[in-house]
């Protein structure tokens, strides 16, 4: 079974630029999750889809940050404009099912995108 | 406001003997949680998870602890082994959304 592919692996951009990632989640997996990762920090949350709707996206900063997930398989996030702050690794994650009942599907994440804000 | 707090930033242990990894939450509300492993350069992986409704789940070498009235958990790893050596974060979830990670706690196993 093939991971959540992401790309690209590292980005370097001067601020006020436009950045793009994309990422292609496990086939079938319904759910795909966007995060952000600081340096000595754990994943903060960015965007939910479950297929192609949002279900959270309350930390996602919506003056700069994008996100879609065209006919609920992958997905692009976008920044624009960049700023210094936005230095991180971008996470994207799939899971099979999510549901209230508490049958949290494993989440599978990516290898990251490392983006570099000078 | 650290909704899950991993107090530890780092933990060593010899080879063989158990890991202890702590975890805090503020949130009375999350009713399920789960401890990823991450090497450098890679994305998190899952390891084990438990829902509020049980205080204990194993797995192998791994067993994580809940203890709801103080909002507590723990991961236990015995005996531990160098391939271990890796950063570790607790997540909770609260009805299936709202994700949130604590900050990691880097372990490492000395041979």
């Known amino acids: 079974e093939a991971g959540v592919a992401q790309s690209p692996r590292y980005k370097i951009i001067e601020k006020r630029q436009s950045v793009a990632f994309w990422c292609n989640p496990i086939?079938?997996?319904?759910?795909l999750y966007w995060y952000q990762q600081i340096l000595g920090q754990g994943p903060k949350l960015l965007i939910q889809f479950q297929n192609n709707g949002v279900v959270d996206d309350s930390q996602l900063p919506k003056d700069r940050f994008s996100a879609e997930r065209l006919k609920g398989v992958d997905s692009t996030l976008k920044i624009q404009p960049a700023k210094l702050e936005d230095s991180a690794v971008y996470l994207c994650a799939s899971s099979s099912r999510v549901s209230l009942a508490g049958l949290i599907g494993t989440q599978y994440f990516g290898p990251g995108t490392r983006l570099l804000v000078l | 406001d650290q909704q899950v707090k991993q107090n530890s930033p780092s933990l060593s242990v010899q080879e063989g003997r158990i890991s202890i990894l702590n975890c805090d939450y503020t949130?009375?509300?999350?009713?399920?949680f789960l401890w990823y492993k991450k090497y450098p350069a890679e994305g998190p992986t899952f390891l084990i998870s438990?829902?509020?409704?049980?205080d204990k789940n194993e797995d192998g070498r791994f067993t994580v602890f809940l203890n709801k009235s103080a909002k507590h958990l723990s991961l236990h790893i015995v005996p531990s082994q160098p391939g271990d050596s890796a950063v570790y974060f607790c997540a909770a979830i609260e009805g299936g959304q709202n994700f949130v990670f604590g900050p990691g706690t880097r372990l490492s196993v000395l041979p």
């Open positions: 086939s079938g997996h319904a759910t």
């Open positions: 949130n009375s509300m999350f009713d399920y």
């Open positions: 438990i829902s509020s409704i049980k």
